[in-house]
């Protein structure tokens, strides 16, 4: 019915409209549009002033609820606090009342019932007692307990005495570690600069022996390419070196942190030691004696 409604108002509106000058149509279209627009206005300013009023009364019935619970809150602890020393009083008397009562019922439990039972009995009745009395406590039993606490810093002393000498012990394996360390590279730079002065003589009288011949542009060319050869050989083995030093050391490192024995980590990397250098020498012999072989058939072969 509404909308029936609205569409006549709006038939009735455009029949107005027709029978008005352009001048009077456009006046009653703005008329139309500002009543609009204020209805419009006036439904949000309702809308508004509602949502703002629901929302006043929903905070102040949540404030009221969290002033209601603070004080809740503080009534029970202000109760607490009132009642905590009277319950820590009932609680600490009833635990003295069953303590004395265990150490007064407590009958003698030994089966012999001969003297030195009957002392042992007294005398842990008589701690038990103690331990609930302190200030009561006879000077004799404070002696005692004095010489307990001395003999137990005793042990405490020898216990970190032969922690520090364990100390002292890892701190000397340690060196030792680092001393063969220093004595392998040592050893192991005065055989790299042997091997290099060997290999260098031997290079030497390979020249000197090449010298003479007719063939002395093919042999020069062959022995700067000896030369490359020789040069890149002494470069890999020198990385070579480098990379096993440094494994070396990465090894003994190990050793130090899981405190091994140092002989037989020093035994066995001198045994791996031998059996790589052997391997290289055995290596580069070969390598010198296919190279002669292959120079040895004559100028027929073209230099690389």
Do not use: C
Request: proline share 2%; charged share 40%.
């Amino acid at each position: 019915m509404s909308s029936r409604q609205h569409l006549i108002a709006e038939m009735e509106l455009v029949h107005t409209l027709s029978k008005l000058t352009p001048e009077e149509r456009k006046v009653e279209v703005r008329r139309q549009m500002y009543v609009e627009l204020k209805a419009v206005e006036m439904e949000r300013r309702q809308t508004a002033a509602l949502e703002t009023l629901a929302k006043s009364e929903r905070d102040r019935e949540e404030t009221q609820k969290v002033t209601e619970s603070l004080k809740k809150a503080s009534m029970e602890k202000d109760r607490r606090r009132q009642e905590a020393p009277k319950e820590r009083q009932q609680n600490q008397l009833k635990q003295e009342r069953l303590q004395w009562q265990q150490v007064m019922l407590k009958g003698v439990k030994s089966l012999t019932h001969n003297f030195l039972a009957l002392n042992e009995e007294q005398e842990k009745r008589r701690e038990e007692a103690d331990s609930l009395t302190p200030d009561l406590k006879s000077p004799e039993r404070k002696k005692k307990t004095l010489h307990n606490n001395w003999v137990a810093e005793k042990e405490m002393y020898r216990k970190t005495a032969e922690v520090r000498e364990t100390l002292q012990s890892m701190q000397k394996d340690r060196l030792s570690v680092e001393h063969w360390v220093g004595k392998y590279q040592q050893n192991h730079e005065k055989k790299r600069e042997k091997r290099r002065l060997k290999a260098e003589a031997q290079h030497e009288e390979y020249i000197a022996s090449k010298s003479h011949g007719p063939q002395q542009s093919v042999l020069d060319e062959l022995l700067d390419w000896y030369k490359s050869v020789y040069k890149n050989w002494l470069a890999e083995k020198e990385m070579e070196t480098e990379r096993k030093t440094a494994e070396v050391r990465e090894t003994l490192q190990s050793m130090q942190k899981d405190r091994l024995s140092v002989g037989h980590w020093v035994g066995k990397y001198q045994q791996n030691h031998e059996k790589k250098r052997e391997k290289r020498r055995l290596k580069a012999e070969a390598q010198h004696e296919e190279y002669i072989a292959s120079k040895s058939h004559g100028p027929q072969h073209p230099a690389r």
